[in-house]
Nanobody, 124 residues
Framework: QVHLVESGGGVVPAGGSLRLSCAAS????????MAWFRQAPGKDREVVAV???????TYADSVRGRFTITRDNVKDTVYLQMNSLKPDDTAVYLC??????????????????WGQGTQVTVFS
C-alpha cells in the first residue's frame, strides 16, 4: 500500500511562488514514477509535471519554464517548485505514483496511487 500526503498549498498573488511537497509512505520509492496533476472546478484533471524513476522530467506546456519537479529518494518525497504563478494555475494539486521503470506516463488513468490534494489559489 502506498500513502501520499501533499503539503505546501496556499493563497498567493500573481507572480508569486509556492513549493509543494508530497511525502510517500512506500517501499522502494525510487522505483516509482511520480507526478503532479491539477484539477480546477469544472475541468478535467490534467498533468502538470512528471518525474520518472531515472529523474527524466516532463512538463505541461502551460507550466514549462515556471515549474520544476524534483525528487528526493532518501526522504521519499517529490517536490513541485512553482514560480511566476498565474490565476490560471488555481486548482487542487494532486500527487500521484505508479511503480514503473518505463516511459513517461501523463495519463491520470495510468497512476495507481493518489494523495488527497492541496489547494493552490492565485489572485490577480
Amino acid at each position: 500500500q502506498v500513502h501520499l500526503v501533499e503539503s505546501g498549498g496556499g493563497v498567493v498573488p500573481a507572480g508569486g511562488s509556492l513549493r509543494l511537497s508530497c511525502a510517500a509512505s512506500v517501499s522502494y520509492f525510487s522505483l516509482y514514477a511520480m507526478a503532479w496533476f491539477r484539477q480546477a472546478p469544472g475541468k478535467d484533471r490534467e498533468v502538470v509535471a512528471v518525474i520518472t524513476y531515472s529523474t527524466v522530467t516532463t512538463y505541461a506546456d502551460s507550466v514549462r519554464g515556471r515549474f520544476t519537479i524534483t525528487r528526493d529518494n532518501v526522504k521519499d518525497t517529490v517536490y513541485l517548485q512553482m514560480n511566476s504563478l498565474k490565476p490560471d494555475d488555481t486548482a487542487v494539486y494532486l500527487c500521484a505514483a505508479v511503480r514503473s521503470l518505463g516511459t513517461t506516463r501523463t495519463d491520470p488513468n495510468e497512476y495507481d496511487y493518489w494523495g488527497q490534494g492541496t489547494q493552490v489559489t492565485v489572485f490577480s
